[in-house]
């Protein structure tokens, strides 16, 4: 819902061109002697009533060529100019309007409202107490009245907030402002201080909106710019500081401060970027090295300091070299400690290091702050599969490989267990008992980690030699005691596959 005064600000912004159409309507003015004046000003006059105004310009333009002394055609095309939106250029014609004719009220009092607007008050008051001084029609009286005893107010505002500031009170001072810009809209000092106040608040966000401003109000706002630029910098946002330093660049190449800074942002911006697409094209170590030399760049803004750490724990993560992958990401979670995307990357890492429990942990904490995150659910799923898992028989660990390991590897690590543990090795009746029951889980680990998909289901969380995890699913069945013994003749006869 629209408010009310939202409605009667844009009343009052569009006010002083109402009055404008209506002084054109009854103005008679002698637009000179050459008839080709008098066409273009009858054409640019209903071509501006119809809303045409880009057609309304050109004729004003073409009317002020042929009779630059014609002080009707300009305060017209000012009247377009302040329908574009284009105040900048209305106030040079309306000074040129008052120039060919100082008694014309109309015009005073529209380039004292603009002037009012630009935070220029001193310029403003002469304009408007002018206004009161010439015989003005009751309406032009009243608002001039009107502004006039706003102008004082703005003044003394101005004042206290100048007096705010210095005393460093920026709450204060960015409090006054508030309600100079309201009137002052179009005044790059107010906005300005006020940013500086929001920057000693920590707003960060509308120091940046109040200097944007300030950067189009004026055109050759260098500092604007450099400001904006070591914002974005600090806030960690490298691509946006470039781009306002370059600016500050467009409008002075020689620009000390400027310079400085671009060179910093642009080495940073270029090390990052070569980073990222390190790790797109997989090529983790290279991206950990590109991420420590952002490190070594810029060691002093904590928001780089920490995105570097972020996607340091990312690729090693990626790598599989879980125990630094921890490190580094718990690091970052030590100042975030709600950050997602570390946490699942920290997770990834525990489950890698078969540290279960840690991972689930992870996983929990990431899904409260992520709510319906996918890649979130089913990593938890799975850590949670696999501390169940971890719980009951590990194949791994009962080859003690690691779940990187190739075929060649399992296989090694078989035959060595399987000649260890091997019932006949043993006499005693305990001793065999607890041999057999060993020699089976590593002959049922051996046919697991060398199957391509029992393995898979494996690390998935699930058991394909546990029935109860089998349910419902096509399973191997392991058969233990057939055959002959491959260690030689003997009362336990075993039968293993060791290829």
């Not at 009962?398 to 006949?424: C, F, M, N, S």
């Not at 494996?458 to 699913?473: A, I, L, R, T, V």
Request: hydrophobic share 35%.
């Amino acid at each position: 819902m629209v408010s009310i005064d939202h409605v009667a600000h844009k009343i009052l912004t569009y006010f002083p061109y109402v009055l404008v159409l209506i002084d054109i309507r009854f103005q008679g003015g002698k637009c000179g002697k050459d008839g080709s004046v008098d066409n273009h000003m009858e054409m640019g006059k209903k071509l501006l009533a119809a809303g045409q105004l880009a057609d309304a310009l050109s004729h004003f333009h073409a009317a002020v060529d042929i009779d630059p002394q014609n002080y009707m055609a300009y305060y017209r095309r000012a009247t377009v100019f302040l329908a574009m939106g284009k105040s900048k250029s209305a106030l040079p014609d309306l000074s040129r309007v008052i120039e060919l004719k100082p008694d014309f009220t109309s015009a005073r009092l529209q380039r004292g409202n603009l002037l009012l607007k630009q935070g220029k008050l001193d310029e403003a008051e002469s304009d408007f107490k002018k206004v009161l001084k010439s015989n003005p029609s009751d309406k032009e009286e009243k608002e001039a009245q009107s502004q006039l005893t706003k102008s004082d107010e703005i003044q003394r505002l101005v004042a206290q907030s100048r007096r705010s500031f210095d005393d460093k009170d920026y709450v204060t001072a960015a409090a006054q402002l508030d309600t100079v810009i309201e009137t002052c809209i179009w005044d790059v000092t107010s906005r300005e201080m006020r940013a500086e106040c929001f920057i000693q608040m920590g707003e960060m966000g509308k120091a940046i909106s109040d200097l944007k401003a300030a950067s189009k109000l004026k055109n050759d706002n260098t500092q604007a710019f450099y400001k904006l630029s070591t914002i974005y910098y600090n806030l960690g946002d490298h691509e946006m500081s470039l781009s306002e330093v370059r600016e500050c660049l467009k409008l002075d190449p020689d620009h000390k401060q400027c310079y400085s800074h671009y060179k910093q942002v642009k080495k940073l911006n270029k090390q990052i970027q070569a980073a990222e697409e390190y790790i797109q094209e997989q090529r983790y170590e290279d991206a950990v090295s590109k991420y420590e030399a952002v490190i070594t760049t810029e060691p002093n803004v904590q928001h780089f300091l920490l995105l570097a750490k972020e996607r340091i724990c990312h690729a090693l993560t990626q790598a599989q070299q879980a125990s630094r992958a921890i490190s580094v990401c718990s690091e970052v979670l030590k100042s975030n400690p709600v950050n997602v995307n570390v946490l699942k990357d920290r997770a990834e890492a525990y489950l890698q290091d078969e540290q279960y429990e840690e991972a689930v942990k992870d996983y929990e904490t990431a899904a409260k702050h992520s709510e319906g995150d996918r890649h979130i659910k089913e990593g938890l799923e799975r850590a949670q599969r696999l501390l169940k898992q971890s719980q009951k028989r590990d194949y791994y660990k009962i080859l003690g490989v690691k779940r990187t390991a190739q075929k060649k590897e399992i296989i090694r690590a078989y035959r060595k267990l399987a000649q260890q543990w091997h019932p006949d090795n043993f006499q005693d009746p305990e001793e065999k008992k607890k041999a057999e029951k060993k020699f089976i889980d590593i002959a049922q680990a051996k046919e697991v980690l060398t199957d391509p998909e029992m393995r898979t289901k494996f690390d998935h969380g699930e058991d394909p030699m546990d029935p109860e995890s089998q349910q419902g699913h096509h399973h191997h069945h392991f058969h233990g005691f057939q055959g002959f013994n491959p260690f030689g003749s003997g009362p336990f006869n075993f039968k293993f596959n060791f290829n």
